[in-house]
């Protein structure tokens, strides 16, 4: 370590200077959020804000980011630094950087990336980050989900690697005007980067005021104890694991209807190993790459995906509070993913359809950890789709992004969470007021499901109905998951309920959607219905508190018949639970 960082700073003011740090990134989240012009970032909050350190460390993180927004940031000032030395170019004052590239750091092409180096007396003290998520890359069909034909990543979309929009502090004109030639809906894209670089700016002023206040000696030594205290604390939680080796599958649903049987029901491996504190998760075993896109970049996607559930799952928040993000919560992680693989493929590897595969490795990984804290995973969850809808209003292309929501499974003392992004997307849902005030989509229906919650002693999360009609001619396109492998149960709690997709003309006629679709004409009037797949149920369900139960009932999301035949619980005309004939049922 640096002699210049080897100070002493006291516990009050390293937790002043921490909270300073993140009250920063929230900030930057709040005006991004606000400038936006989307309603993928606007309203479900698809961005992520970071401060990081000259180094690339993260030193903080807007609450409001999905964790497949900020998690990704360090890989980006990683991809950027390794092209621009490549390129033998450097960081100057003034420079504001984008950055697309899914093999190097970028989670997948829709999640730009604008990076501000922070100078402080012409020294590199650190980078100011914004991602988010674009409506449109200018892919071979309009919306940035749903690409799912891509045949490699130059096919997904236009590529941005380290491309400085802003050269010391002068705008490249020429870049911007190749982003608003070759986007559909341009004016709303531009605008939400332009929105993203305003943010960076505030965090990048921001961080400046706080190390003229401190001065970045004593922040980089509060940096060097947080990943001191963050990788202890996860040793730590490690060492109370039984040294051994477990394991999971997991399948993704890919093309379910090709006829070739290496593009579906794709197999996810996930070894743990644990030794002393060391925690290695191997990947091996897991499908070859595939020439569309649910492949996963490793750094981005399926390294996030690892992270945020060893995080979440060994050191949950109800026990260890708020740990703010850190280096140090990686050094105990080692993650093997040969290459080739689903889970670490070559480039040009299209990737763009990424999201639902990666929350099978989170969800295969936390399988495999449930052999030796069951107490601590959920039963399996339901995956996420997200349909692009777009149309032409004369010569401008609208675009929407509907992210639908999965489910999480029941977990010890917990029912699961329902019709909620699951693990490490966790977008917000889009309120349908905001939907038909800015598109020609009339939402017929969004509730809960009335059928395929999974019994247990704590039953699994429910997914939802919705209904969208589109009313003026446009397309559509559909990535996701969740409709061909049921989310698996725990300690007796049954398995959850698959999705479905079915598109209804608008005389009438219907036909089921796989869980991939390619760009497809869309008339006015007519309907996609959808059912979000429910999580697994934990633990017996005969166990279930009765009054439990009875609010289920009361609730409409089982009948009495279901309650008596998978709980063992009677319920009365007068809508009470019959103990008395509980209590011989259950004892039967």
Not at 146 to 166: H, N, R, S
Not at 309 to 323: A, F, M, Q
Not at 521 to 543: A, T
């Amino acid at each position: 370590m640096n002699e210049e960082v080897k100070i002493k700073v006291d516990p009050v003011t390293s937790q002043v200077i921490v909270g300073a740090l993140e009250n920063i990134a929230i900030e930057m989240g709040h005006k991004l959020a606000r400038m936006s012009y989307s309603s993928i970032i606007r309203e479900s909050e698809d961005f992520g804000c970071a401060l990081l350190n000259s180094e690339g460390e993260q030193l903080c993180e807007s609450t409001q980011s999905t964790p497949l927004q900020s998690g990704p940031i360090p890989g980006y000032i990683k991809g950027i630094k390794q092209i621009m030395e490549e390129r033998n170019d450097q960081f100057y004052p003034g420079d504001v950087i984008l950055h697309n590239s899914a093999y190097h750091g970028a989670s997948h092409g829709p999640d730009f990336g604008i990076c501000i180096p922070v100078f402080l007396e012409n020294r590199l003290i650190g980078f100011s980050v914004t991602t988010a998520h674009h409506l449109d890359v200018g892919a071979l069909s309009p919306g940035s989900c749903g690409i799912v034909d891509a045949i490699d990543a130059y096919a997904e979309g236009l590529q941005f690697k380290a491309i400085k929009v802003y050269d010391k502090g002068k705008k490249n004109q020429y870049v911007w005007d190749i982003l608003r030639d070759n986007i559909r809906n341009s004016s709303v894209v531009v605008g939400d980067i332009e929105a993203q670089v305003a943010s960076a700016r505030i965090g990048e002023e921001r961080y400046i005021e706080l190390v003229n206040k401190y001065g970045i000696n004593t922040i980089k030594a509060v940096n060097e104890d947080l990943k001191k205290y963050s990788e202890n604390l996860l040793r730590n939680a490690i060492k109370e694991l039984p040294d051994g080796k477990y394991s999971a599958e997991g399948f993704i649903d890919g093309y379910l209807d090709s006829n070739d049987p290496n593009k579906k029901d794709l197999k996810i491996v996930v070894s743990v190993i644990i030794k002393d504190s060391d925690i290695t998760v191997d990947l091996t075993g897991t499908d070859p790459q595939i020439d569309l896109p649910i492949n996963m970049p490793l750094v981005g996607t399926v390294d996030i995906a690892i992270y945020l559930t060893l995080r979440s799952i060994l050191l949950d928040s109800v026990k260890y509070g708020n740990i703010p993000p850190s280096a140090g919560l990686f050094k105990p992680i080692n993650i093997v993913a040969p290459k080739g693989t689903l889970v670490n493929p070559i480039f040009p590897a299209p990737t763009i359809a990424r999201v639902a595969p990666g929350n099978i490795v989170a969800s295969t990984l936390m399988k495999a950890l449930g052999e030796i804290v069951p107490k601590q995973i959920s039963a399996g969850v339901g995956n996420i789709s997200v349909i692009s809808y777009s149309g032409l209003e004369n010569e401008d292309y609208w675009v929407h992004m509907d992210i639908l929501e999965g489910s999480y499974g029941g977990r010890y003392g917990m029912d699961g969470m329902d019709t909620v992004d699951p693990l490490y997307a966790n977008t917000r849902n889009n309120p349908i007021e905001d939907i038909e005030s800015h598109y020609p989509i009339r939402v017929k229906k969004y509730q809960l499901r009335s059928e395929g919650m999974a019994a247990g002693k704590w039953r699994g999360g429910i997914g939802f109905e919705k209904e969208g009609s589109v009313l003026s001619d446009g397309s559509g396109s559909v990535e996701g998951g969740g409709q061909n492998h049921k989310p698996w149960g725990v300690k007796g709690g049954h398995e959850g309920s698959v999705g479905g997709i079915t598109f209804i003309s608008k005389d009438g006629k219907s036909k089921s959607l796989p869980s991939n679709v390619p760009y497809f004409i869309m008339r006015k009037g007519d309907v996609l219905k959808i059912k979000g797949p429910c999580g697994g149920g934990y633990g017996e369900p005969l166990e279930r508190e009765p009054e439990r139960v009875l609010s289920d009932v009361l609730d409409g999301y089982i009948s009495k018949t279901e309650a008596k035949h998978y709980y063992g619980v009677v319920i009365d005309s007068l809508n009470q639970v019959d103990h008395n004939k509980t209590k011989n049922i259950r004892n039967d």
